[in-house]
């Protein structure tokens, strides 16, 4: 397994291409504190339509395509 990303834009460039003539935009993000995660969503336009990935960032700073895991209470002893 690889190392976790911690540039959007290199998870970005990963997943829909380096190329220059791709035009990628940011849809929709969140970075309200009542939100239990950050996320961005960005559309890729293609011959065959428009493309979405929405990444989440996580409490270690880096960005994935799967949101964190939610923090449940633990009854230790």
Not at 4 to 19: I, Q, T, Y
Not at 42 to 64: K, L, N, Q, T, Y
Request: proline fraction near 8%; include cysteine; charge should be positive.
């Amino acid at each position: 397994m690889n190392a976790r990303e911690r540039s959007l834009r290199a998870l970005v460039e990963k997943w829909l291409g380096a190329n220059p003539a791709t035009r990628v935009r940011v849809t929709r993000f969140s970075h309200s504190p009542r939100k239990p995660w950050r996320y961005v969503c960005v559309e890729s336009v293609r011959a065959s339509g428009a493309f979405s990935i929405v990444f989440f960032r996580h409490d270690d700073g880096c960005w994935c395509v799967f949101p964190p895991r939610i923090e449940r209470p633990a009854l230790s002893i």
